[in-house]
Nanobody, 115 residues
Framework: QVQLVESGGGLVQPGGSLRLSCAAS????????MGWYRQAPGKQRELVAA???????NYADSVKGRFTISRDNGQNTVYLQMNSLKPEDTAVYYC?????????WGQGTQVTVSS
């Protein structure tokens, strides 16, 4: 059974930084793409950043230059370094992993940016 376990969320002041981690386990096939989505109250879930093994990374326009996604392929772990956080970054952040078998989600971690 595939499990995605996220960590690193919390409360931070505007301008601060957080680093999210997501550890994936239980897959019989390699995760081709891993990434992060977020969902703010009353809004649809949206892509934040994604990385495909050996290929390009994608970022939402709203986070370009502030967030960086990275991946440890050997450990099936993906990270999201978030700098210069803004109140509008407040949301539940979800880890996503895609293999040839399926599309998997973590349980979500809350990020709140507030003074």
């Amino acid at each position: 059974q595939v499990q995605l376990v996220e960590s690193g969320g919390g409360l931070v002041q505007p301008g601060g930084s957080l680093r999210l981690s997501c550890a994936a386990s239980g897959s019989r096939s390699r995760f081709r793409t891993m990434g992060w989505y977020r969902q703010a109250p009353g809004k649809q879930r949206e892509l934040v950043a994604a990385t495909t093994g050996g290929g390009p990374t994608n970022y939402a326009d709203s986070v370009k230059g502030r967030f960086t996604i990275s991946r440890d392929n050997g450990q099936n772990t993906v990270y999201l370094q978030m700098n210069s956080l803004k109140p509008e970054d407040t949301a539940v952040y979800y880890c996503n992993a895609i293999s040839i078998i399926g599309n998997y989600w973590g349980q979500g971690t809350q990020v709140t940016v507030s003074s």
